[in-house]
């Protein structure tokens, strides 16, 4: 278990584009601050930028609402275009209440709008989308960084979410590489000697949550490095944080 635990945000990232490189231009930002990545880093990054170059943004001026939508909309007093979007990304509505569209994704995630979002997009009609595939980027940038630095680090992919019966928002890792994301503590003894039998931290989100204290929403720190914890190396996906629906006591 580590003992202490160093989280770094990374400045200075350009404005990231279509195509863009982005284990170069993290890499780049990392050593003009004056840092060196080293083996077991967590490299966080807001999946903002990582939709940006894959091209995963969208102009509602090019979006003609479907009737289904324009219904929706009258009655939860949205953006027609907007919730023609978030239909499109959605494999399926959870719920739809308040305003809100809590919708199912085509990862299996559960969330607002189906991660589609306006902050943190330039232009007022634009949206961006989740990732196609968060585990696939996130190998990406960990590979690039590992060919230009010969450095072995673990990357999370990670996205603003609601809690259920939590105010607040936190962040949570929707695609990870490098590290196993779940530390299962089952069948270990706790300090009493008892036998631990559900205990399974959600190692991932936590450390995901954990950058967002150097990140924020609004300071232009998409990326931060986490420094000093031994995480289990691994082929990890994302998908073992998603809970069955055999096993969803709420759906």
Known sequence: MSSEIKIIGIKGIPEVKLGDDLANLIIDSIQKQGIKIMNKDVIVITHKIVSKAEGRLVDLKRIKPSDFALKISKRRKKDPRMVEV?????KRIVRMERGVIIAETRHGFICANAGVDKSNVKGED???????NPDKSAKLIRDGIKRRLNADVAVIISDTFGRPWREGQTNI??????????????GKRDSYGYTLKVTAIAIADELASAAELVMGKVGMVPVAIIR???YTEGEGSVKSLIRPRSRDLFS
Not at 126 to 132: A, E
């Open 86 to 90: 978030v239909l499109r990304e959605a």
């Open 126 to 132: 634009m949206v961006s989308l989740l990732p196609i």
């Open 173 to 186: 890792a929707i695609g990870v590489a490098g590290l196993e994301p779940i530390l299962d503590y089952r």
């Open 228 to 230: 000093g914890y031994q």
